[in-house]
Every structure is written in C-alpha cells, then in structure tokens.
T-cell receptor, first 116, second 111 residues
C-alpha cells in the first residue's frame, strides 16, 4: 500500500463551523505533513510531525490545529476560518531516519476546502 | 535549502524527449536535487532525485552537471499525461524534512 488517503475530498464550511480534515497512511512512515495550496500557486508547508510530535509549525494561525493521534493518522482541525483560507489542503508522509530516509514525500490527493 | 530557478512554462511535442532545466547555483554539498510534478487537481508526485551522479528510473532521467549548479530532467517519450507543473527542489535528504516548493515549470505536451 503506497497511498496517502485524505477525507473528505471536498468540504464547504461557514466561518463559525468546526470541521476536521483527515489523513491516513499505512506505509510505516513516521513523518507526516500538511500543506496548503491556493489556486495556481505552489504548495506551502504548514506543519510537520516527526514520530507523532509536532516538529515544524510554519507560523500557521491558531484557527488551524493539527493532531497526530498515532503513526498512521494525521488530522487538521478547523475552527473560525476565513474565506481566504479556502484552498486545497494536502497531506504527505515520508520515512525518517538514516538508511530509510530518501527524502521522498508521498502525497494524498488533497481536500478542497471552501469557506463561506 | 538552496533556491532553484526554472522556466515558468514550456511546450513539448508528444513522443519526443522533454528536457526540463533547473538552475541551483547555491546548492550545498549535502543537498540533493529532487523533482516532483503535479498534474492538475492531484497531489504532487515524486519523480526522481540525485546527489551528483546521473539517475534513471521508470519515469525519467536526471542529469546533474559536474559542478552541481544545474540539472536537467528528461522525460524520454513525452505523452499527453505528462502535462503538469514540474518542481525542481534542492534539500538535504534527512534533517528537518522541510520540503519547500518553488513556482515550478508548467509543461504542456502538445499532440
């Protein structure tokens, strides 16, 4: 299994809603990532988890709250978002550690979020 | 991570080899060159990476100049399905695992 699965594929939410994006992988990867991609722009890194601990937060607003409950799952909790947060949210995973870490990231197909 | 420079866009003929250039003149000795692509409405896909030797896999070949300041990704027989944004990225293979995308090269394969 070389897939990263993201759900839902599409999400529409109001500015007062609370929702979550989910990501799952079963490749034994111990690094997981959230990226945000606006239309016609490259993906921008938001968060990195290494061994289920948050290792990188790229100064993301607190209305985005990541969670890594175990080595296979990654969530992104959304609360009080703004219309400008509408974007494609991409999850990725990779190996960690010498010998297994080629630096290759495996990406999911993304969750397309629309904030009204 | 070192910065890269790629063309904004380029067209390639179907069935011909597509040569995608990338400049990375400030690359450090421990930084690899990675190539990813993103087909419209899909997640990015890893293509290939290399340190200093040329590399080949089932998708593409990577040619890195001897001074490592530039590289070329070669798609040997471009198909319409190869139309995508191609990203050239330089980074260390381990460490903080931060993979930062530049603007990329919009490649269109023309019949």
């Amino acid at each position: 299994d070389t897939e990263v699965t993201q759900t839902p594929k599409h999400l529409v939410m109001g500015m007062t809603n609370k929702k979550s994006l989910k990501c799952e992988q079963h490749m034994g990867h111990r690094a997981m990532y959230w990226y945000k991609q606006k239309a016609k722009k490259p993906p921008e890194l938001m968060f990195v988890y290494s061994y289920e601990k948050l290792s990188i937060n790229e100064s993301v607003p607190s209305r985005f709250s990541p969670e890594c409950p175990n080595s296979s799952l990654l969530n992104l909790h959304l609360h009080a978002l703004q219309p400008e947060d509408s974007a494609l949210y991409l999850c990725a995973s990779s190996h960690l550690g010498a010998g297994t870490n080629t630096g290759e990231l495996f990406f999911g197909e993304g969750s397309r979020l629309t904030v009204l | 991570d070192a910065k890269t420079t790629q063309p904004t866009s380029m067209d390639c003929a179907e069935g011909r080899a597509a040569n995608l250039p990338c400049n990375h003149s400030t690359i450090s000795g421990n930084e690899y060159v990675y190539w990813y692509r993103q087909i419209h409405s899909q997640g990015p896909q890893y293509i290939i990476h290399g340190l200093k030797n040329n590399e080949t896999n089932e998708m593409a070949s990577l040619i890195i100049t001897e001074d490592r300041k530039s590289s070329t990704l070669i798609l040997p027989h471009a198909t319409l399905r190869d139309t995508a944004v191609y990203y050239c990225i330089v980074r260390v293979a381990s460490g903080n695992n931060r993979l930062a995308f530049g603007k990329g090269n919009q490649v269109v394969v023309i019949p």
